[in-house]
């Protein structure tokens, strides 16, 4: 499957994004999808995860109630609210698909086998 993932950008600390990810060449429905992050100077790190049909979610900690992951499965694409965003959110932003119908979350990288290419999100101060 291929990932394209969009809508990063600049905003001020305390502003919104949308992120996009969408998917195509298989079965979207048939693949989990995450969101992870990686920070300058920083190693990757995860941000949150939806199952196959988004009837399940997690968000890593540093986001809950801040960030929502959701899907359209009718679109192909999964998305990232990102509310209330704070300096240390800035990071170049990834989707990624597993190939899975389980409901139970996938937090780590190597759980997954496609990835997109990134997407800058920049918050200033």
């Known amino acids: 499957v291929q990932l394209q993932a969009s809508g990063g950008g600049l905003v001020q600390t305390g502003g919104s994004l949308r992120l996009s990810c969408a998917a195509s060449?298989?079965?979207?429905?048939?693949?989990?999808m995450g969101w992870f992050r990686q920070a300058p100077g920083k190693e990757r790190e995860f941000v949150a995860f939806?199952?196959?049909?988004?009837?399940?979610?997690y968000h890593a900690n540093s986001v809950k109630g801040r960030f929502t992951i959701s899907r359209d499965n009718a679109k192909n694409t999964v998305y990232l609210q990102m509310n209330s965003l704070k300096p240390e959110d800035t990071a170049v932003y990834y989707c990624?698909?597993?190939?899975?119908?389980?409901?139970?979350?996938?937090?780590?990288?190597?759980?997954?086998?496609?990835w997109g290419q990134g997407t800058l999100v920049t918050v200033s101060s």
């Open positions: 939806i199952s196959w049909s988004g009837g399940n979610t």
């Open positions: 990624a698909a597993r190939r899975t119908r389980t409901v139970v979350a996938s937090t780590m990288d190597f759980e997954y086998d496609y």
């Open positions: 060449g298989r079965t979207f429905s048939n693949y989990a």
